[in-house]
């Protein structure tokens, strides 16, 4: 079993910076990939970043790519995603997600582990 806890979301202007945090903890092996989504009401969640644990092999959505870093601390078991130049658009709740796959995927349905989401709004 794999537990993620995100924090670091809140109220921003466009144009300011943010980072994210989602601390991992359980079986590694089960958390090979680790990866951001963020939705928003009445829309699919969207994939923003992925990053393998092993290696640090990333990817990123197209609406992010440019602005956002996804980066992982091993000894901290946590993931980061820096968030810059930030947009109204990129309002949303953004969820941590892991699987055990070989390959960063970009399909909801490919990650069995989720955070319970970190809010980020930004304001015009």
């Known amino acids: 079993q794999v537990q993620l806890v995100e924090s670091g979301g809140g109220l921003v202007q466009a144009g300011d910076s943010l980072r994210l945090s989602c601390a991992a903890s359980g079986r590694t092996s089960s958390r090979n990939v680790m990866a951001w989504f963020r939705q928003v009401p009445e829309k699919e969640r969207e994939f923003v970043a992925g990053?393998?644990?092993?290696?640090?092999?990333?990817n990123y959505g197209d609406s992010v790519k440019g602005r956002f870093t996804i980066s992982r601390e091993i000894a901290k078991n946590t993931v980061y995603l820096q968030m810059n130049s930030l947009k109204p658009e990129d309002t949303a709740v953004y969820y941590c997600a892991a699987n055990p796959l070989l390959d960063i995927t970009l399909r909801v349905g490919d990650y069995d582990f989720w955070g319970q989401g970190t809010r980020v709004t930004v304001s015009s």
């Open positions: 990053i393998k644990w092993t290696g640090s092999r990333t």
